[in-house]
């Protein structure tokens, strides 16, 4: 007798489509049966594919390596190129994805659809430097899918600068235990959303660290970033804690 909770257990089956088939017999011996089509796609909701995401140059690239940055994973490229094109490729342990339906969303206003290929680059080409959003969508034959999302970047190296708008040579009155400098930050109005700024001195105290944007609607987001709107200017203090 199969009461109306019984589960069956499917995890144990592969792809494809089976037939269930239950049969039953009264108290009299009369039997019958019937039978259902079950059809299993890849797990893929929820799931997440094994990339590689590289910088390509011609006929050989670079392996870019993920990191936490801004709204979300990114993969970030220094080279400084104004220009460039990367690569998605999807790795060995990927293989049970091969063949499926894939729709990558460059970011840019350009979508791909083609079907996933092992070990195969997906190449596009950027005409100008930023941070990208890109998605991949793989569906299969059944209608299971998902997609996952991150960020690529590219662009110049970050031109940092502090400037020294002050004295920088004090001397301890007889009262005092320790002395502030002010020091100008250059070149961070154009810092894309989550650069890390970090702020150290070699006299072993705390290493302060700010994402960017550093300063929102003309205030400082950290209290010892202060903002000048008369020229723009921002001082970050080094204080001996």
């Given amino acids: 007798m199969i009461s109306n909770d019984t589960v069956l257990n499917l995890t144990s089956l592969g792809t494809g489509n089976y037939e269930l088939m239950y049969s039953f017999t009264d108290s009299l011996g009369c039997t019958n049966s019937d039978t259902n089509q079950l059809s299993i796609g890849l797990s893929l909701s929820g799931g997440s594919a094994n990339?590689?995401?590289s910088e390509v140059y011609g006929v050989s690239s670079s392996v870019l390596f993920p990191v936490n940055y801004g709204n979300g994973i990114t993969y970030p490229a220094c080279s400084g190129l104004s220009a460039t094109t990367f690569g998605i490729s999807f790795t060995n342990n990927s293989s049970a994805l091969a063949g499926n339906?894939?729709?990558i969303d460059w970011g840019d206003?350009?979508?791909d659809s083609t079907i996933v290929n092992i070990g195969y680059s997906y190449n596009h080409f950027y005409g100008f430097s930023g941070s990208y959003p890109v998605s991949l969508t793989i569906?299969?034959?059944l209608g299971c899918s998902f997609t996952t999302s991150f960020n690529i970047y590219f662009g110049s190296t970050q031109i940092l600068g502090l400037s020294t708008p002050g004295n920088t040579s004090l001397c301890f009155a007889p009262y005092e235990d320790s002395v502030s400098f002010d020091f100008e930050v250059l070149n961070w109005e154009g810092d894309v959303t989550g650069t890390l700024y970090s702020f150290s001195?070699?006299?072993s105290s705390q290493t302060k660290q700010v994402s960017a944007p550093l300063v929102v609607n003309g205030v400082g987001v950290r209290?010892?970033?202060i903002f000048d709107p008369a020229d723009s200017s921002l001082l970050p203090p080094l204080v001996p804690e």
């Fill in 51 to 53: 990339i590689l995401v």
């Fill in 101 to 103: 339906t894939l729709i």
């Fill in 109 to 111: 206003g350009f979508i």
């Fill in 139 to 141: 569906s299969d034959s």
């Fill in 201 to 203: 001195c070699n006299d």
């Fill in 223 to 225: 209290p010892w970033l």
